[in-house]
DNA sequence: ATGGCAAATTGAATTTGA
């Protein structure tokens, strides 16, 4: 199974950019993030005409929305309201076997401190729900995509030492996450396939004049499998070019082939 | 450590992103 995660920063914006850059690679499966359109307006007769008839979404008005697109049939799919919010954060869907959660975490505003930013508080909390849920409920024959705002590792940024203090990399949240990981019964396919060492981005901001020769980047998406798929890994790809393109997303396309 | 930008909404300015 051929899998991508994207968030897209507006689907109905960049629906021929997502067609273009995806169609002929032969994906059976596309998780967005942001898609940022209430359901009644999700192109999904474009999808369907490229070969992905099969659709869960979960969107409202301007903010957030997520969407698993598949060319094999979903069997079933479900979401939750974390942190008891219903901000279309989370949906997933069950298809060839595997069951893909798709997320959405939230950004967590600018300053790190949950006293002074409810923001940085609900990502908190999200993170904490998350990890709760897992633990409780151990994932099988699972996968875990989607923009989880978190750069957990060193190499996930450009400078360590410069974004501690920044939303993203922060002490805390960098444990949290990896300890959803840990706890949560989750492999990261990303670094299981490159190892921790090989800088790797997946988000630049669009306030660079030139975001490739500053390449100030930051790892905030994330394709994580349960152990049982482990060995099942065949190849992961990041689809930087995909961030020159005309009106980009900001992140870039991951990509992963699991084996059946 | 940001920020030079971008998108959606509501009506040129605001909110959000990270």
Redesign the pocket.
């Known amino acids: 199974m051929k899998l991508a995660s994207w968030?897209i920063?507006?689907?109905?914006?960049?629906q021929t950019l997502v067609l273009d850059r995806l169609e002929g690679l032969g994906l059976d499966v596309l998780c967005l993030?942001?898609t940022?359109?209430?359901d009644q307006?999700f192109p999904v007769d474009a999808f369907a005409e490229a070969g992905w008839p099969h659709i869960a979404m979960r969107g409202e008005?301007?903010?957030?929305g997520v969407a698993i697109i598949s060319r094999l049939p979903i069997t079933e799919n479900s979401y939750q309201n974390w942190t008891g919010r219903t901000d279309c954060r989370h949906i997933s869907a069950r298809i060839n076997g595997q069951t893909i959660h798709n997320f959405?975490?939230?950004?967590?505003?600018?300053?790190p401190d949950r006293t002074l930013n409810p923001?940085f508080g609900h990502k908190l909390d999200f993170l904490d729900e998350m990890t709760a849920h897992f633990i409780a409920n151990p994932p099988q024959s699972s996968i875990l995509v989607g923009?989880l705002?978190?750069?957990p590792l060193e190499a996930d940024v450009?400078?360590s030492?410069?974004?501690?203090?920044?939303?993203?990399?922060t002490d805390i949240e960098r444990e949290k996450l990896l300890n959803l990981i840990e706890a949560g019964g989750w492999i990261d396919a990303v670094r299981h396939h490159y190892g921790t060492e090989e800088i790797l981005y997946s988000?630049w901001?669009?306030?660079?004049?030139?975001w490739q020769s500053?390449n100030?980047g930051?790892r905030?998406d994330h394709i994580w499998v349960s152990a049982d798929n482990q060995e099942k890994i065949a190849k992961i790809d990041i689809d930087t070019p995909t961030r020159g393109a005309e009106?980009?997303?900001?992140?870039v396309p991951l990509i992963i082939e699991l084996a059946s």
């Open positions: 968030n920063n507006s689907v109905r914006l960049r993030q942001e940022k359109t209430e307006f008005k301007s903010y957030n959405y975490v939230p950004a967590g505003g600018d300053e923001k923009d705002n978190i750069a450009w400078s030492r410069q974004l501690r203090n920044v939303v993203s990399h988000w901001s669009y306030r660079a004049r030139d500053s100030r930051r905030l009106k980009p997303s900001d992140h």
